[in-house]
């Protein structure tokens, strides 16, 4: 069964940091670019960092660009986005998604989804 299990959202005061995980299982992690997105409520579910199978190759949105990292564990099958300096437009669901092979921005392209993590930043 294939799983992609989002934790370490929360509640955070601006300028802030979390490090949310994602644990997978029941699918082949290591040949698989891993993507984190997010969705605040009346907006377009969108990319905020994405990183390939191997680590080796990394993208961020403008928005987290310098604040954000994203990175993986193969050894876990796990991958992390540190968040820094947390701001309160940050606010929203973050789901972390698999797709197979090369990484990409576009949601149509990730095959498996976790359930999301809620992360409110206040001001």
């Known amino acids: 069964q294939v799983q992609l299990v989002e934790s370490g959202g929360g509640l955070v005061q601006a300028g802030g940091s979390l490090r949310p995980s994602c644990a997978a299982s029941?699918?082949?992690?290591?040949?698989?670019?891993i993507g984190w997105f997010r969705q605040s409520p009346g907006k377009e579910r969108e990319i905020v960092a994405a990183?390939?199978?191997?680590?080796?190759?990394?993208y961020y949105a403008k928005s987290v660009k310098g604040r954000f990292t994203i990175s993986r564990d193969n050894t876990k099958n796990t991958v992390y986005l540190q968040k820094n300096n947390l701001k309160p437009e940050d606010t929203a669901v973050y789901y972390c998604?698999?797709?197979?092979?090369?990484?990409?921005?576009?949601?149509?392209?990730?095959?498996?989804w976790g359930q999301g993590t809620q992360v409110t930043v206040s001001s």
């Open positions: 990183i390939t199978w191997s680590g080796g190759k990394k």
């Open positions: 998604a698999a797709s197979y092979g090369r990484l990409s921005m576009s949601a149509r392209e990730y095959a498996y």
């Open positions: 029941g699918f082949g992690f290591s040949t698989y670019a």
